[in-house]
């Protein structure tokens, strides 16, 4: 383990109510300061993943079984929510990103501790508008009023008043415009540069996570199927294939054809 290695998950397992595994033995590492993406499609068991991190899994009355998550050093696997966050991991979750009926402001007092003061809790809001100005000109507006990516922003926000080291995010591209996207992933490199906060991106979509990553894990059906430097990633056949919709009309190779390939050759970058 490289000593700037601030996250390692190795061979997770993860079982959700006893009977359904969605996460079978993954291994990934996350160095400070790095944006590293996962990508995979649906069900390939990438919000588990950042869940089971999180500690947010026992929500749902799911386990981690076997293997372990280290987070500087410290086994954090199975432990509640409230402790991983202390220890300095927000979550931005799929769903459920705001509290609807509470305004921006609102939105992010509330992951403050209640002993911070108010000086404290006006800092934290100000860091969040100065990267996100649309939220402070909408800092009154209910969050269920919002868009898609004011919402996301928002989102963000609230992790980052939690002043985190590392920041886990869980679909931003979702339902939105590519342009909304692209203005989204840039303020995530802004915040990674300018508070040294290390993220790790979960995506279906690899292009829009790989562009802004330094390293890269592909999921499917809970196992890690490829990794290594995004750049190399990108350019992948495979990646390019099933994750970057660049294949030529009447050069698809089938699914069996590509499994194939996989099993005979993993990929390292
Ligand atoms: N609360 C739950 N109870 C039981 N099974 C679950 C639960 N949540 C997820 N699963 C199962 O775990 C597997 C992985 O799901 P997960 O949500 O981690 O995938 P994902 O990669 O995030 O997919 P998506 O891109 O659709 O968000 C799926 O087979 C899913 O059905
Ligand atoms: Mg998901």
């Known amino acids: 383990m490289n000593s700037d ?13 006893r009977a359904i595994t969605a996460v079978q033995g993954i291994s990934l590492s996350v160095a400070r300061g ?10 390939a068991g990438k919000s588990t993943t950042l869940r089971a991190i999180s500690g947010f899994i026992g929500i749902d009355d799911a386990r981690v079984t076997d293997g372990s998550v280290t987070f500087k050093g410290q086994r954090i696997d199975n432990r509640p929510p409230h402790t991983i966050a202390r220890l300095g991991i927000a979550l931005v979750p799929e769903r459920e990103k705001v509290f609807p ?4 402001a609102e939105n992010l007092a509330a992951p403050v501790a209640a002993r911070a003061s108010r000086s404290e809790r006006r800092r934290r809001e100000e860091l969040v508008y100065h990267f996100f100005p649309r939220l402070a000109e909408l800092r009154a507006r209910i969050g269920g009023l919002l868009s898609g ?3 996301q922003m928002l989102a963000i926000g609230s992790a980052l008043v939690c002043h985190p080291e590392l920041l886990l995010i869980d679909e931003l591209s979702l339902g939105l415009a590519p342009v ?6 840039e303020r995530l490199v802004q915040i990674r540069r300018e508070l040294d906060i ?7 979509s690899a292009s829009v996570a790989l562009a802004i990553s330094d390293y890269g894990y592909v999921l499917e059906n809970g196992r890690v199927v490829l990794d290594g430097d995004a750049a190399r990633l990108k350019d992948h056949p495979e990646i390019k ?3 970057l919709g660049q294949a030529r ?19 390292y970058g």
């Open 5 to 17: 290695t601030m996250l390692t998950v190795d061979k997770l397992e993860v079982v959700y109510k």
């Open 34 to 43: 790095q944006i590293v993406a996962v990508i995979g499609t649906n069900g």
């Open 101 to 104: 009926n509470l305004s921006i």
């Open 149 to 151: 990516g004011e919402r």
């Open 180 to 185: 909304v996207v692209e203005g989204l992933m």
């Open 198 to 204: 290390t993220i790790l991106l979960v995506e279906q």
């Open 241 to 243: 294939e099933f994750y």
């Open 249 to 267: 009309a009447g050069d698809r190779r089938s699914y069996a054809e590509i499994k194939q390939y996989r099993r005979s050759r993993r990929w």
